[in-house]
């Protein structure tokens, strides 16, 4: 055992890279909160959309008998137009030969405008009770409604019956309309229909406060006399029967513009207004019926007596626009309209967003699906090939290696490692590089070495340097033609490295990747990133070995010709991802990198989420880096034109494009169990966590691992899955805004010791 230290001296000035790390460093907080701003963002924009499409709960229907004690006489035998005035409810009935034509529902971007065409058309006014979340949707069609002087009432935000919810509630249906009128079309309005709702006998104990309390507030509220049915698609001849009042009464007449197929009131209403205006009738809006008893009164005329001719002047008046304001609109101003503006916009982006995530979900899933797909069939192969009887690589390869130990602060791992390595059954020699630790790591490992009687291990001690100057500094002092690289954290089984250099046979075999395994499975993160140590990474690897196109040898366990390492320039430290960015480097220089599924490693993976982030933060950004470094692959010829052209692109989709877009599956499993179907969502749910268990069970079964593990694989879909999205999502922002990570030192325990067997 021999031992290399540095000449003593000055300590050495930070290389550009740790500068620029450095001054990285301060900006990782701000691209952190950039993240988590995008995702609240997101669930913002999505629950935004929920809202506007559905009724969020609490929807529950006035029930027929419910009694009607506590409503006054007055308002059950009066007319459809209930206002209240010094506290005290007054009901205003249509005059005879009159018709209040009103619409519910809309605006609709179908029917409503074929509405407002046809109405143009007849010169005849109406009122529209509008929903609030279809104003915000569709506010170019309120304002041609308003600008074409129709009325414009509330139908309640989400169309909820208001019947029996709280008070906040109400009140939020109710602004929240009003804040879109105003974004639509600068108006707010005094108009009110309940829906649900029918004729004033109808109103009983459960809804009457209600109408009572927005009274109070200054609502005028407005039920029917005539209700075409036009809901029900009866056909047109009875749509105009429904809506006809008997004899000469006038009468607030209910269509519907919005709420499911309208062809049939699209075509009756045309022959509807002809039929009354034959039979001498005038139309008007809410406000024109009030207006006109209001008129009456002051003349002194009973409040029943026919108004024609008022009525008359009011259509005239509104349908060419000389007054836009309807007597029940006011004019926005000030915050109202202002926030009115901005829920119009903020419903702008979120209907533009959520389809476009729609599409993207599609897309996700059809990935997702078929990475699932590829994985099975190609690792199925890989392991058919592999396992035949007269496969061989070529001739055993028994002569002496080297295994590189790069180490910085392993005092809890190291004496682990070096023992892993003494039961070895191929021969080899081992360096020890400590990268300049500051807790006797070199110390630990000159005294593991003799406690074990181990003369061939060389201890390197070099000034802090980073992981690939140390693994460079290994290769370079290496004896022997084959090098071996492992983490200070990791042990080897006795067979492991016999077993790992046994494709280098082949002439062609410039890089072999063992099988990484999580020796501190025993807590739930380490059984959340042993599943994925054996589902992803190493089920991943087999499709990309048979592929040819291997993306990245693990630096807990890997081989390498030492010539090969030599050629591409050794271990770069242009990325954080050194180990992808030499596999890559090594397919570029036409050497043939494979997957040795039986050469295994126990690597202790990050005990806390912190240090799990850290970790995969840099995995995430340095394979961005290396993918990046090596873009000219795309165009090259060979083994390099091959991985340009078939292993970046599955790279880039499967673990950055599809992982970033991943996150919509589970989002959109949330938006629809709230806003559309939660039993349908959640078996869909389920059905994909069951494909993602099956592809699990089959890695697990070609890993010879135990199932058991499997039962934490639903848990790791709701918590882990979900901090690795964010992690990538994080790792792309610092990509895009140019930012550069420092090596980031995982705390080690040491408890992953040699292990006593498989699993």
């Known amino acids: 055992m021999t031992t290399t230290t540095p000449s003593r001296g000055r300590r050495r000035a930070p290389t550009r890279i740790e500068r620029a790390a450095g001054k990285a460093a301060a900006l990782q907080k701000p691209r952190v909160i950039l993240a988590l701003l995008l995702l609240l963002g997101l669930t913002s924009v999505m629950l935004l959309d929920g809202y506007l499409r559905a009724e969020v709960g609490g929807d529950e229907r006035v029930r027929d008998g419910a009694s009607s004690s506590k409503v006054p006489d007055k308002i059950l035998n009066g007319g459809p137009i209930i206002s209240f005035r010094g506290g005290q409810a007054t009901t205003t009935s249509v005059p005879a030969k009159t018709i209040a034509l009103t619409f519910d529902d809309g605006p609709n971007p179908t029917y409503t405008p074929q509405v407002l065409k046809i109405l143009e058309k007849y010169d005849v006014p109406a009122t529209f009770f509008v929903v609030g979340s279809m104003v915000s949707r569709y506010p170019g069609i309120v304002k041609d409604m308003v600008d074409q002087g129709d009325e ?6 989400t169309h909820v019956d208001l019947s029996y919810q709280s008070d906040a509630r109400i009140r939020r249906e109710m602004t929240q309309t009003q804040l879109a009128l105003a974004g639509a079309a600068g108006i707010t309005t005094t108009l009110f229909r309940a829906p649900y709702s029918s004729e004033t006998d109808a109103i009983d104990n459960y809804s009457w406060p209600v109408y009572k309390k927005l009274g109070e507030e200054g609502y005028t509220s407005v039920f029917v006399d005539t209700d075409s049915d036009d809901w029900k698609k009866p056909g047109v001849s009875k749509i105009v029967k429904w809506a006809t009042p008997s004899g000469t009464s006038g009468a607030s007449v209910l269509m519907h513009d919005a709420g499911g197929d309208r062809e049939q009131t699209i075509k009756a209403l045309p022959e509807y207004i002809e039929k009354m205006r034959a039979k001498g009738y005038t139309f008007t809006t809410i406000s024109g019926v009030i207006e006109a008893q209001n008129t009456s009164a002051r003349a002194g005329q009973q409040a029943n007596a026919p108004t024609g001719a008022g009525s008359g002047q009011l259509q005239g008046g509104n349908r060419n626009g000389t007054d836009r304001l309807q007597a029940a609109h006011r ?81 809890e791992c190291i004496a682990n490692t070096l023992e892993s390595l003494a039961k070895s059954t191929h021969p080899i020699e081992v360096i020890v590089v400590d990268d300049g630790s500051s807790d006797g790591t070199s110390e630990i490992a000159r005294e593991a070495a003799r406690s074990l009687g181990m003369t061939n291990v060389r201890v390197i001690r070099q000034e802090n340097a980073g992981k690939p100057a140390a693994l460079n500094n290994g290769v370079r002092s290496a004896s022997h033609d084959i090098v071996v690289m492992m983490d200070g954290d990791t042990v080897f089984e006795p067979d492991t490295v016999r077993q790992l250099v046994q494709p280098f046979a082949n002439p062609e075999v410039g890089a072999v990747a063992g099988n990484a395994k999580v020796g501190n499975r025993d807590t739930v993160i380490g059984a959340w990133q042993h599943i994925e140590y054996v589902m992803g990474f190493n089920l991943d690897r087999r499709m990309y070995d048979l592929l040819r196109c291997m993306p990245t040898i693990p630096g807990a366990i890997g081989a390498f010709r030492r010539e090969a390492v030599l050629q591409v320039g050794g271990m770069s430290e242009d990325t954080l991802a050194e180990d992808t960015d030499i596999t890559i480097a090594m397919h570029r220089a036409g050497w043939r990198v494979v997957y040795q599924e039986h050469a295994r490693a126990w690597t202790e993976a990050p005990g806390s989420l912190k240090q799990l982030w850290s970790q995969r933060y840099r995995w995430s950004y340095g394979t961005m880096q290396a993918l990046w470094k090596h873009r ?14 078939v292993g970046m692109p599955l790279v880039v989709i499967f673990q950055i494009v599809t992982p970033v877009f991943a996150p919509l599956i589970d989002v959109f499993t949330a938006y629809s169990m709230i806003f559309v179907d939660f039993q349908a969502a959640l078996y869909a749910w389920l059905a994909v966590l069951g494909v ?19 039962l934490m694989m639903p848990l790791q879909q709701l918590a882990y899955r979900q901090m690795m999205y964010l992690v990538l999502i994080h790792s792309c922002i610092t990509a895009l805004t140019g930012g550069r990570l420092r090596w980031q030192k995982l705390k080690r325990t040491g408890e992953v010791g040699t292990p006593a067997g498989v699993g």
């Open 152 to 157: 414009v009432g509330i139908h309640t935000f």
């Open 331 to 411: 004019e926005a101003t000030g915050a109202t309209l202002y926030e009115g503006k901005a829920l119009v916009v903020a419903v702008a982006v979120a209907e533009y967003t959520v389809p476009t995530l729609s599409v993207g979900l599609v897309i996700v899933g059809v990935a997702v699906m078929g990475r699932f797909g590829m994985m099975l069939i190609l690792a199925r192969r890989h392991y058919r090939l592999r396992n035949k009887r007269r496969f061989s690589w070529g001739p055993t390869v028994t002569r002496p290696v080297t295994v590189i130990v790069p180490a910085y602060n392993e005092k």
């Open 632 to 645: 000219k692959s795309l165009t090259d010829k060979g083994p390099s034109g091959r991985f340009g052209r």
């Open 692 to 710: 993602q268990l099956v592809c699990a069970a089959y890695a697990f079964k070609l890993d010879k691992e135990k199932y058991r593990y499997l």
